[in-house]
């Protein structure tokens, strides 16, 4: 996955206050049919670019797969890179809903535990179009500066985070809390890219319990975890 997501999953997990995070641009405004339009077109070509890819994908395919003339991709968006960056925020946006641990849940294993779950159901869900994000961050320096910041910012927040509870004198105040987010995030995130992108065969739920467990013992936290529903869908990628 991006490099920001399992930090962000864990960041949440935490219970920390900061919701920095990539935000959309400016938008001229629109008529309640324009921004249906609108989304019909970020909807199109989403699925234009996690099939072709961002080289590949011509304006024409978004309007076709839209069901619109070619012309009306234009009315909204100056050109393919807009559209692109228009989908790479909507992602963002809905990364950041689809992570959002309410503070109902207090207990910090229970945290990590629906944290991890709710980890890896999203990156199976967006792993195409992260994957696209990626590769054009190879070659467009601001794709690439975006996932570093965004790592970095959510990385900032899991340290927060342990520090936090290293305060509360429920972690081992002797323990790097820098290099432990890092560690733990990079953990589970080079795992979900093994196993959902990668195609490693894993029991979903053994999954989250595990890497919950690593998480919490390398805390030194209990490490008995509830066990809700998994809905975690591998990636067809």
Same mark, same amino acid.
């Given at each position: ?12 997990? +935490? ?19 324009? $921004?249906?339009?609108?989304?019909? +077109?970020?909807?199109?070509? $989403? ?59 207090? @207990? ?9 779950? $709710?980890?890896? @159901? ?26 570093? @910041? ?21 972690? @081992? ?5 820098? +290099? ?14 093994? *196993? ?18 690593? *998480? ?22």
């Amino acid at each position: 996955m991006s490099p920001a997501t399992a930090a962000d999953s864990q960041s949440a997990a +935490l219970g920390t206050g900061d919701t920095s995070r990539p935000t959309s641009p400016p938008r001229d405004p629109l008529t309640e049919r324009g $921004r249906r339009t609108r989304e019909a +077109l970020l909807v199109a070509a $989403r699925t234009v670019f996690e099939g072709k890819g961002y080289p590949d994908t011509r304006i024409s395919d978004i309007a076709n797969e839209a069901g619109v003339a070619h012309g009306t991709v234009y009315t909204y968006f100056e050109d393919k890179a807009a559209v692109f960056q228009s989908v790479v925020y909507e992602l963002t946006d809905q990364l950041d809903r689809e992570w959002r641990i309410g503070q109902d849940l207090g @207990d910090p294993v229970a945290r990590i535990a629906e944290a991890n779950r $709710r980890y890896f @159901d999203s990156y199976s869900r967006h792993s195409r179009l992260l994957a696209v994000v990626e590769q054009v961050g190879t070659t467009e320096p601001k794709y690439r500066k975006l996932l570093a @910041d965004f790592r970095q910012r959510y990385v900032e927040r899991a340290v927060a985070g342990i520090g936090r509870l290293q305060r509360d004198g429920v972690v @081992d105040s002797s323990l790097d809390p820098y +290099l432990a987010g890092s560690a733990l995030c990079a953990m589970v995130e080079g795992f979900g890219r093994q *196993w959902l992108v990668r195609g490693e065969r894993h029991d979903p739920q053994v999954v989250s319990d595990t890497l919950t467990r690593l *998480w919490a013992s390398a805390l030194g936290l209990p490490t008995a975890i509830p066990q809700p529903e998994v809905a975690i869908t591998r990636s067809t990628q």
